[in-house]
């Protein structure tokens, strides 16, 4: 039987502009990016969904081999939800590759109304063509529903559809090359510091990827200081954390996306970033067209180059 939620759920389902979405990595840790969701879904048959683009094609290799997946409903700005419930969706994405022109339309007519229309004309069709041609939806079958009350994740959530897990994940084992940092930790933590979201995310007792919110409190050689209102699992273990911001229709943001380890205890919890992935899209939507269709025009040759 597919989860059912309330209209209130939905509302905040179908009304944010972009959620963090964390999937799996080989290595049993997970990556967290911002994605658009653009109110996809259908709500009788217990499905949400985002858009993607076929040139990321590490992180659809990632989701095909392992299809469980989180989304984290967790800001409000520039969308349709005023509700201040944070809401954790776990499920099993699929993702479309040759969608009908049906899908096709169905995506065009939710990024009209959650990102604004695209310019058209002979320049436009022709400079976009391949940003149009790799933008794929993603089918995601909702296997569970964590609800907060707030979007800190203070207070006690309820859960909808698979009960959640009474255990916390266990330990992991430390990466064979060390769990200190490896990038510029005081720098990752004054870059995620001036976002102003940032969400963390690990692989649940269940393996499904859990995704929250945190707050960088200090950086240093050492790693990055965290503090959060969700109860974060103890000891080691691998971890992704995303800093970003965005502007209406995302027409400007910027993300900071880190894959590393976390040590977390009584006195807190301490993240060591091994990996730094991150831009900056400009605040003015031709320039944003103009660089969106350069780098899909740049990822489909690169796609079809021989190796």
């Known amino acids: 039987m597919p989860v059912m939620w309330d209209d209130d759920i939905d509302a905040i389902l179908t009304g944010d502009l972009t959620v963090g979405l964390g999937y799996r990595t080989p290595a049993g840790g997970v990556v967290v ?25 590490k992180k659809l290799e990632r989701i095909q081999r392992d299809p469980r997946i989180a989304m984290a409903y967790h800001a409000r700005e520039h969308g349709f939800a005023s509700a201040r419930a944070y809401v954790l969706v776990q499920g099993r994405a699929h993702v479309v590759e040759r969608p009908s022109l049906e899908q096709r339309q ?11 229309p695209s ?29 907060w009350p707030d979007l800190r994740c203070a207070g006690a959530p309820y859960v909808l559809g698979t009960p959640w897990p009474s255990e916390p994940p266990a330990p992991q084992r430390p990466p064979k090359n060390g769990t ?8 990752a933590g004054a870059r995620a510091r001036k ?11 269940d393996g499904y990827p859990v995704v929250v919110p945190v707050a960088v409190k200090a950086a240093d050689r050492s790693g990055l200081a965290l503090s959060s209102s969700a109860a974060l699992p103890p000891d080691g273990r691998r971890a992704g954390l995303l800093g970003h911001s965005y502007s209406p229709q995302l027409v400007g943001l910027e993300t900071r996306a880190y894959t590393g380890w976390l040590e ?12 730094e992935t ?30």
Request: no cysteine.
């Open 33 to 57: 990016l911002a994605v658009a969701p653009i109110g996809l879904g259908d709500r009788a048959e217990g499905r949400v969904g985002f858009t993607t683009s076929l040139g990321f094609s």
């Open 106 to 116: 169905e995506v065009t007519d939710h990024a009209t109304k959650y990102l604004g």
């Open 119 to 147: 310019r058209r004309g002979p320049f436009w069709d022709r400079w976009l063509r391949e940003y149009a041609a790799v933008r794929v939806p993603v089918d995601v079958a909702v296997e569970r529903i964590v609800v």
């Open 180 to 187: 200190s940092p490896r990038v510029d930790a005081a720098r």
């Open 195 to 205: 976002t102003a979201h940032t969400l963390l995310g690990y692989a649940g007792t």
């Open 264 to 275: 977390a205890g009584e006195d807190g919890a301490l993240y060591s970033p091994h990996t």
């Open 278 to 307: 991150g831009y900056r899209a400009p605040p003015n939507k031709t320039l944003l067209l103009l660089l969106n269709g350069l780098m899909a025009k740049r990822g489909v040759r690169k796609s079809r180059s021989p190796t």
